[in-house]
């Protein structure tokens, strides 16, 4: 397992790339072709990673859903392929946090990674900001339009859903946490 991961870690350089100049406007209008939405340069989630529960502190590792873990956040494009990734939060480490301490955080208003009014794609754990749009809160008054601009957001960033999936199952040991 060390020397997978210490491969990827050499890899990850050359693999997991920002898309920058013509590769963002290519991003743009692949993920307009899905369902429409303009400027989209990647979509945002993260996910839990099982792992044997640490000797210290295992309480912080222990997530929501009952099991140890550390987070993966991760932006990708509409090809399903990984462009930023952010690891190792402990799993009780609530997602918005991670996101505030994640350098993509800090890089919202950055013209050089979201030229031309660009932006991601986050569900409503994420902060609405001029380059990440999140869903309205459903509050249960909603209008037509707000819904269907929630649908539309869902069935574009779905995306990410779809590369943690694809990861999980090239790489089975990420998958369960009963692996351990």
């Not at 462009?83 to 800090?106: E, K, L, Q, W, Y």
């Not at 957001?153 to 990861?167: K, P, W």
């Amino acid at each position: 397992m060390k020397r997978v991961c210490k491969a990827l870690v050499r890899l990850a350089p050359r693999v997991i790339q920002w898309p920058k100049g013509n590769n963002a406007d290519i991003a743009c209008r692949k993920f307009q072709s899905l369902k429409g939405f303009p400027g989209v340069i990647g979509a945002i989630d993260g996910s839990h990673i099982p792992i044997r529960a640490p000797k210290e502190d295992p309480n912080s590792y222990f997530n929501r859903k009952s099991f140890h873990s550390i987070i993966l956040q991760a932006v990708c494009n509409a090809r399903c392929e990984f462009t930023h990734c952010c690891c190792g939060a402990p799993g009780s480490v609530h997602d918005a946090r991670v996101f505030r301490n994640s350098a993509i955080a800090n890089r919202l208003g950055n013209r050089e990674y979201f030229p031309n009014n660009t932006h991601l794609l986050g569900d409503g754990g994420y902060t609405l900001h001029t380059n990440l749009l999140v869903p309205f809160r459903d509050n249960g008054h909603l209008t037509q339009q707000q819904r269907n601009f929630n649908y539309l957001l869902s069935a574009t960033r779905v995306c990410i859903e779809r590369a943690f999936g694809l990861m999980k199952v090239r790489f089975r040991i990420v998958r369960l946490s009963s692996a351990y």
